[in-house]
């Protein structure tokens, strides 16, 4: 069903939902069915058109062949976890890169960096996944997303925001294995963003990073919108 405004759905962690204006269901980072954060009703996702995966941790692409497997979405990725997938029989994959840009109907796509690392235990071994990266999503009526990834913060953010002034950021806050509030912050500086979205925290209790936190070291003109998993938002209503 298409609407005049991006819908915008969390489902705990680093995963998103997405729903275009043209009614295309876009998920971010497939890890729903043992997310312990994502509630029980959105486990089971009935519909998707696009797949983009950040990374190949596990609590990033956990549920990536079976939702493939089921609903054939156009999969975008870096090209070592693309092949990966392609081994599993994954199908409709837009193996990528850094810089890179594609198009799914009228959703442009661009991969730009992340600093993390990618890899995925499997029979015991550590199999390499390519780098971690960020996307930038541009929908059909210019609505631009930039979802980060896992990262910390480098300096090349600001050209992310000089390139393709997203007018939402998400990033992650809690720390650990991502940047924290303190360098979410600078993130948010560099970008030069004025609406962001934090996640990929409290999920696990290493997690430590909070909303709040950042909220304090953010000028009052940035609108820093706290999600709870399983809430839906419109562009609109940011």
């Known amino acids: 069903m298409s609407h005049k405004d991006v819908e915008i759905k969390y489902l705990g962690h680093g995963t ?17 069915k043992v997310n312990p954060s994502c509630p029980v009703e959105d486990k089971n996702i009935s519909s998707l058109d696009l797949m983009l995966i950040t990374h190949g941790h596990f609590d990033h692409i956990s549920d990536a062949v079976e939702l493939a497997e089921r609903h054939e979405p156009q999969v975008a990725c870096i090209f070592e976890l693309g092949q990966w997938l392609e081994s599993k029989g994954v199908v409709n994959i837009s193996a990528m890169n850094k810089g890179g840009s594609i198009q799914h109907k009228d959703i442009g796509v661009t991969m730009v960096d992340a600093r993390h690392s990618s890899g995925f235990v499997e029979d015991g071994q550590i199999v390499y996944m390519g780098e971690a990266a960020g996307f930038v999503i541009e929908f059909e009526n210019g609505f631009r997303i930039y979802h980060a990834g896992d990262t910390a913060v480098f300096g090349d953010m600001k050209l992310i925001g000089e390139l393709y002034q997203p007018d939402l950021a998400i990033l992650p806050i809690g720390d650990v294995f991502t940047m924290g509030p303190k360098e979410a912050a600078m993130a948010v500086e560099l970008l030069g963003v004025s609406k962001i979205i934090p996640g990929h925290f409290a999920t696990f209790p290493l997690l430590t990073g909070t909303p709040s936190e950042l909220r304090k070291l953010l000028p009052e003109t940035v609108n820093l919108i706290r999600m709870e998993p399983g809430q839906s938002i419109s562009q609109g209503e940011l």
Do not use: E, I, K, T
């Open 16 to 32: 998103f939902l997405f729903c275009s204006v043209a009614g295309s269901n876009v998920l971010v980072d497939p890890w729903v």
